[in-house]
């Protein structure tokens, strides 16, 4: 079966195993990895086509728990070789990835005619109304908010997802302060994700230069840091611990591309040091919006979490 992206979420996912996700807008492949992997409910392992190909996936074990999740493997940047190892990918769920193939190619005419396997066109896309819901299912927020949220994010999936954890941080919003979190990110993530990349992985010297040579706009970035630093958070119980870490249970998606980052920034910030973060954050939006405070005031204050 063949479908676009937004039908994605009224589809019965436990008809297939084999995901295929094709297209060429890359937040898109980021948006339905992340859903697949949360409705799944399965730990995600990534493999490289040369692994698929070269070493075959073990068979099941006479011994394995029955009761354990089936496998998640992703694997990115398929061609038509892939095909060859289908014998190899019916145990467990597959997502497979492919920028270059188009609606005519080969991959795509075998996924979407394949009985246990799924196309899914990635092409640009706004929020609709159930993936909206899924991001926001559990939060129990007034209708009358979660429509002003909508409306304001509708074409920005990751000013979302940061104003979501916000909510999450901030606890019951009080109707008077909704305007709060309804402001348009006016940066592009692109442009701020150097310096987000910079701060968690504690690059004393790049941060420096992305904060004094470049110019941001401020509630973006710290809605941007806010989010990152919530994912640090929730990764804290896993710090110094031999246990994976379960990257399909975190509040917000992590895509797999950043995982290694976060496993770095694990590495060198404690618990309680990102607890000040989140709420230093918090502080400086406020004093953003209600008092003086300007781009040297606020990276002063980011650059005091580098200290040595």
Known sequence: MKINFPSLFQTPLHKYNIFF?????????????????????????????????????????LFEDKGEAPSLTLISHVTDKVLKALDQMKNGFFILTSEKARAQSK????????????????????????????????????????????KAYQNDY???????????????????????FL???????????PLIHALLSRDREVTLTYLYATTFDLIPL?????????????????????????????????FFKDQPL?????SRWRCEETQVVLETLLSLEKEIKYSSYASPQVSQTLLQFLSP
Request: proline residues 4%.
């Open 21 to 61: 996700i094709f297209g060429n807008e890359a937040i898109v492949f980021e948006r339905a990895i992340a859903f697949l992997q949360k409705k799944l409910s399965s730990p995600l392992h990534i493999q490289t086509e040369k692994d698929l190909l070269t070493n075959s996936f073990s068979q099941p074990s």
């Open 107 to 150: 991959l795509v005419t075998h996924f979407s005619q394949s009985s246990t396997s799924l196309a899914i066109a990635a092409y640009a896309s706004l929020l609709t109304t159930s993936e909206f819901e899924f991001l926001v299912e559990g939060m129990n927020l007034p209708v009358s908010f979660k429509n002003l949220l909508f």
């Open 158 to 180: 990751r000013g979302l997802l940061s104003v979501l954890e916000k909510i999450k941080l901030y606890g019951d919003v009080p109707e008077d302060q909704y305007g709060s």
């Open 183 to 193: 402001e348009a990110s006016a940066s592009s993530s692109d442009e701020l994700t």
């Open 222 to 254: 710290l809605r941007s840091l806010s989010r990152s630093f919530q994912i640090l958070f929730e990764l804290m119980p896993f710090k110094g611990s031999s246990k994976p870490i379960s990257w399909q249970t975190l509040s917000s998606p992590v």
């Open 262 to 266: 976060y496993q770095t920034a694990l």
